[in-house]
C-alpha cells in the first residue's frame, strides 16, 4: 500500500471511532422512539426533526403546513 492509502484509512477509522464515540456519550435522537418520552439530549436544533419530541398533533400540523 502506498502511504497515501494508509493516511486516507487512518483518516476514515478515526473519523469512525469519533462518531461512535459520541453517539455512545450522547445518544441520538432515535433513542427517543423508545421510550414514551425525550431524555433531554437531543439539542433544540434537533428536537424540530424528532417526532418523538412532539406529540401527534404537533407532527400532523407540522407536516399538513402548507397543503389546501
Do not use: N, Y
Request: charged share 20%; with cysteine; hydrophobic share 45%.
Amino acid at each position: 500500500m502506498a502511504p497515501i492509502d494508509i493516511a486516507i484509512l487512518l483518516i476514515v477509522a478515526v473519523a469512525f471511532i469519533a462518531v461512535c464515540v459520541r453517539i455512545k456519550r450522547r445518544g441520538t435522537c432515535a433513542d427517543c422512539s423508545e421510550g414514551a418520552e425525550c431524555s433531554g439530549h437531543c439539542s433544540a436544533s434537533c428536537g424540530d426533526s424528532c417526532p418523538a419530541c412532539k406529540g401527534v398533533d404537533e407532527v400532523a400540523a407540522r407536516l399538513g403546513r402548507g397543503v389546501r
